[in-house]
């Protein structure tokens, strides 16, 4: 790219000039004739006629400085240096536009979803595919969607299946003790990807906390079902995208989003990927000797969601997807419980057999995203494709 008429100033060229007259004066004739001809290119560029990238400084005036007053050589040498300098600057310029552009070029986040527009993941625990269906309200749901009848979930316990949710990958944990992953490549979340919340049922910390709680338990919150906060880069960048809902308060901070946005989405617009964590209760965890009764206390909380806080039919273009995190008791065949829900969705059984890698790279190939691990965990799953109308 050229520019015609690139600035450069008139005590440049005086200052060329006067190296030229002292090393003419010291040269053949031939050789002034040399220096005379690249002046006189100095001279028509500064006039206008030449571009910055014609501009050269001939070897035949470089190579040898000029034997004059000490100030003159200082000036000759900081006057070529100004040339190079802007030069640099040119390219330096150009190569940043590359960069740039090709940034944007490869910014799958900014487009527009597919299927749908954002997506809410509500996870329950541990209970098998058939004690679920046995739920009437959980059976009706089914229903209402796409439902899988052979969605297996993919580790036991709970920890490592919630890890695979968001980072496409377990990170070789098989157990609940938590971690705290480094901030690097290979650690990389959906979080890296989409603008994101994870709303987590009596999460112990305040909007305006200076650093994200980490304690394993309080309460009936537990950490291990709020993946996010196990990695570093959240953990000091976009903890507070961690949002505490109070399960008492019937306007809580999941509420208003939701209230807000159905007022002006424009406005208040929900985050393209949400994670909801209910509590220890909520999610049917508790009583964790008693299957049974917190199965029931789930569908009980999942019916008020949808009744109340998150009326589905007023919900266009978000794709809910409700899903258990394991089976009950390490028992085989490890199915679990998913259902589709949303107006995009077709309302079938799909029997075909998926896991929660299957649900991460549905959501990446949505928004135009590459796997977060190209070789393994969501790589190596396939989309949910028949689902959509």
């Given at each position: 790219m ?13 200052d060329l000039s006067?190296?030229r007259?002292?090393?003419s ?9 040399d ?13 206008g006629?030449?571009?910055l ?10 190579a040898?400085i ?9 000036r ?14 040119f ?18 986040a900014?487009?527009?979803g ?6 809410l ?9 058939s ?5 009437k309200?959980?059976?009706?749901l ?10 297996k ?5 709970s920890?490592?299946n919630y ?5 496409g990958s377990?990170?070789?944990v ?6 705290d ?7 990389r979340?959906?979080?890296?990807l ?7 049922e009596d ?11 980490l304690?394993?338990?309080?309460g009936?919150?537990a950490?291990?079902h709020?993946?996010f906060l196990?990695?570093?880069k959240?953990q000091s ?5 961690v ?6 308060n019937?306007?809580?901070?999941f ?12 406005k ?6 949400m ?11 508790d ?11 789930a569908?009980?909380?999942?019916k ?12 266009k ?7 258990f ?7 085989q ?17 799909i ?12 959501i ?7 796997p ?8 190596t799953?396939?989309p ?6």
């Amino acid at each position: 790219m050229g520019i015609d008429k690139p600035f450069i100033d008139k005590p440049f060229i005086d200052d060329l000039s006067v190296c030229r007259k002292q090393k003419s004066a010291r040269r053949p004739a031939a050789r002034r004739a040399d220096l005379s001809s690249a002046a006189h290119c100095a001279r028509s560029r500064n006039s206008g006629g030449w571009p910055l990238w014609r501009l050269v400084v001939r070897r035949d005036m470089t190579a040898e400085i000029p034997r004059g007053p000490k100030l003159s050589r200082t000036r000759c040498l900081w006057s070529c240096l100004r040339l190079v300098l802007v030069a640099l600057g040119f390219a330096s310029a150009i190569s940043s536009l590359a960069w740039a552009q090709a940034e944007t070029a490869k910014s799958p986040a900014l487009r527009q979803g597919k299927h749908f527009d954002r997506v809410l993941l509500i996870v329950l625990e541990n209970q098998n595919y058939s004690a679920a269906m046995k739920d009437k309200f959980l059976a009706d749901l089914a229903r209402k969607g796409t439902s899988f009848s052979n969605f297996k979930n993919l580790y036991h316990p709970s920890y490592p299946n919630y890890l695979a949710m968001i980072a496409g990958s377990s990170f070789g944990v098989r157990n609940d003790s938590q971690k705290d992953f480094p901030d690097d490549r290979e650690h990389r979340t959906i979080a890296d990807l989409l603008d994101w919340s994870n709303y987590a049922e009596d999460y112990p910390a305040k909007p305006n906390d200076v650093k994200p709680f980490l304690s394993d338990e309080k309460g009936k919150y537990a950490r291990k079902h709020v993946p996010f906060l196990s990695f570093k880069k959240i953990q000091s960048e976009s903890f507070r995208n961690v949002v505490s809902v109070d399960s008492k308060n019937p306007n809580n901070a999941f509420v208003t989003d939701i209230q807000n946005f159905r007022k002006d989405p424009k406005k208040y617009p929900l985050p393209r990927y949400m994670f909801y964590s209910p509590n220890l209760d909520d999610d049917g965890h508790d009583p964790s000797s008693n299957p049974p009764k917190g199965l029931q206390q789930a569908s009980i909380w999942l019916k008020t969601f949808f009744e109340t806080w998150f009326p589905l039919e007023q919900m266009k273009g978000t794709l809910v997807v409700v899903t258990f995190d394991e089976s009950e008791h390490d028992e085989q065949p490890d199915r679990i419980y998913t259902v589709f829900l949303g107006d995009m969705v077709k309302v079938q059984e799909i029997k075909d057999e998926y896991n929660h890698y299957s649900v991460l790279r549905t959501i990446e190939d949505n928004f135009g995203l590459k796997p977060i691990h190209s070789e393994s965990g969501d790589g190596t799953a396939e989309p949910v494709r028949d689902v959509w109308k």
